[in-house]
């Protein structure tokens, strides 16, 4: 990506009429722990007026958690300061303190209605707070699009969020961050902040490039921006500092001008990185089991790879490189750009046609990440969950055998150490780790020849965590496939005979043997992700 020439922010110290300027933010010795594990530990920096502050870190790192204790929604341990423009702030945060101080949040879901208008939307927390009898619709339709114009936006404020662009919902979002911290600004006569946490993965270069000029705007109009992100590329070219977080603590800070790849890289995974190495393949003993060609999807690539019989297969990149797409075109449930599928010994089909029935009655099953969304049902029961595929076969005779149903799922919920162990409860009742528990013993159950997993133990505990890799190994060791794609290289390093990395859409490495580590799946990773001039991903056969 090319340096926009306006991007040049002046330092606030040599700005006309002003002196030794305050910081807008200051966090200082800022730690948090769960337990006896710290999640951050001692964090400190300062983000100036009219500053773009990149903050990156690998998962795990301590960026959720920082974000979580500047929105108020973690109070953070003793010892921590945080302070705005110059104010102490009492930590933990009270409801309704960061929009009165002048900080917004714009967090990767955005956070709009769908269902509303961009009028409502953009207006919706203004309205909410005046506590007036009648709304007065023409006079906000008059300050939405002033809004909007001022910042180039031609979007039509009676048109519902559901039916603009991925993009269009991102400036959308940021402008609606931005109106709030000015109202603040109206109030207090101090710059206001923008927190952007990973706004861009979805979006095209040409998204990007407009998101990124609305961010100039911001901070032209002398607020700052922090913007969290895992493509260095991005942060390079939109921030004027960076702070680095690894392992909970701060590793390190740059300025843009003393900032290259390489020393971005080395400071999130903490060893020093060396470029054009290129692919090494390691031998793989598994019989292939199924071919995926010329996969494509939204942000996946034509990509070709394939899945050994007994095989744990990672899919691994950074966030939007295409890798989650995999599982989901391998099921059916969704119907890609492109792609043909061969299973052993069978036929060769297109991904198109396949559902998500025919590809359970060809021996596939899906683990979606979206564990209440997409996977469980929270409102039935465990029972209910762990049947929900193949329920057909306790009908004999006309008749529903529950008993036996019970039965069965208390046997896997003892199998898999679901905690508590009543199949009557609901399944909303447990813990995200004795959930995921469930939905892994409903396909476990039914020994699936391809299982799909995606994210499979997010949000869950490391005791739970064991459970599932002893699972999953136990199930390859008697000759299930099992793709994984996660975000998690632990994980991955963990269980997995093979990983594949993607970035841009397309598979760019293929970790083997003594590089399947921990440290060698975050250095590729991001190694891949570096500028496309030096890593120059192209499709192939993995």
């Avoid at 031998?283 to 899945?307: C, I, W």
């Avoid at 006309?398 to 508590?420: D, F, I, Q, S, T």
Wanted: glycine share 10%; aromatic share 6%; charged share 25%.
């Amino acid at each position: 990506m090319v340096l926009s020439p306006d991007h040049t922010v002046p330092d606030p110290a040599t700005r006309p009429g002003a002196r030794n300027p305050l910081p807008v933010l200051s966090v200082a010795n800022l730690s948090k722990s769960f337990g006896g594990a710290k999640a951050l530990h001692n964090v400190s920096f300062d983000v100036m007026p009219g500053e773009v502050h990149g903050l990156l870190g690998k998962n795990g790192s301590g960026k959720s958690t920082l974000v979580k204790i500047l929105a108020g929604f973690h109070a953070p341990d003793d010892g921590g300061t945080l302070t705005f423009n110059g104010e102490r702030v009492s930590l933990p945060l009270k409801a309704g303190e960061g929009r009165r101080l002048g900080m917004a949040f714009v967090h990767q879901n955005l956070g709009l209605v769908p269902s509303l208008t961009v009028l409502e939307n953009l207006r919706l927390v203004e309205l909410t707070r005046n506590g007036k009898a009648f709304i007065n619709w023409r006079a906000e339709t008059a300050a939405a699009q002033q809004a909007l114009k001022r910042f180039g936006l031609n979007i039509d404020p009676e048109e519902r969020v559901d039916r603009l662009t991925p993009v269009q919902r991102a400036l959308l979002a940021i402008v609606r961050a931005f109106e709030e911290i000015e109202a603040a600004r109206a109030i207090t006569g101090r710059p206001g902040l923008v927190l952007l946490d990973e706004p861009t993965p979805f979006l095209p270069a040409s998204g990007v490039a407009q998101l990124f000029e609305l961010v100039r705007s911001i901070t032209r109009l002398g607020s700052s921006v922090i913007f969290i992100s895992h493509d260095i590329d991005e942060v390079m070219e939109i921030t004027d500092r960076i702070t680095v977080l690894r392992d909970g603590e701060q590793s390190g800070e740059l300025a843009r001008a003393d900032a290259t790849h390489e020393k971005i890289v080395e400071m999130i995974v903490g060893q020093s990185i060396s470029r054009g190495q290129g692919r090494k393949s390691g031998t793989n003993s598994f019989p292939v089991y199924a071919r995926f060609e010329g996969l494509s999807d939204k942000m996946l690539q034509p990509s070709d790879l394939h899945v050994g019989k007994g095989e744990i297969l990672g899919l691994t990149g950074l966030i939007g490189s295409g890798y989650e797409e995999v599982p989901y075109l391998a099921f059916g449930a969704r119907s890609g750009a492109s792609g043909r599928i061969t299973i052993e010994d069978g036929p060769t089909f297109d991904q198109s046609t396949l559902t998500p029935a025919a590809a359970i009655e060809r021996g596939f099953a899906l683990l979606p990440g979206d564990r209440h969304g997409e996977s469980g049902v929270d409102s039935l029961s465990i029972v209910d969950n762990m049947f929900l595929p193949d329920i057909g076969r306790f009908f004999r005779g006309g008749l529903m055998r529950n008993g036996a149903m019970v039965r069965e799922a208390r046997e896997l919920g003892k199998a898999y150490e679901v905690r508590p162990n009543d199949p009557a409860l609901k399944l909303s009742a447990l813990s995200g780790g004795n959930a995921q528990k469930v939905l892994i013993a409903r396909w476990m159950n039914r020994s699936p020849l391809l299982l799909l997993l995606d994210e499979p133990t997010q949000g869950v505990d490391v005791g739970t965590r064991q459970q599932i890799f002893a699972a999953l190994r136990k199930a390859a060791t008697e000759g299930m496939s099992i793709i994984c794609a996660s975000s998690e290289a632990e994980q991955l390093a963990e269980i997995c005979d093979r990983v594949l990395v993607f970035a841009r859409g397309r598979i760019c490495d293929e970790i083997t043997g003594e590089r399947l580590t921990k440290e060698g799946i975050s250095e590729a990773c991001y190694v891949s992700a570096g500028p496309a001039s030096q890593s120059n991903p192209t499709p192939r056969v993995a």
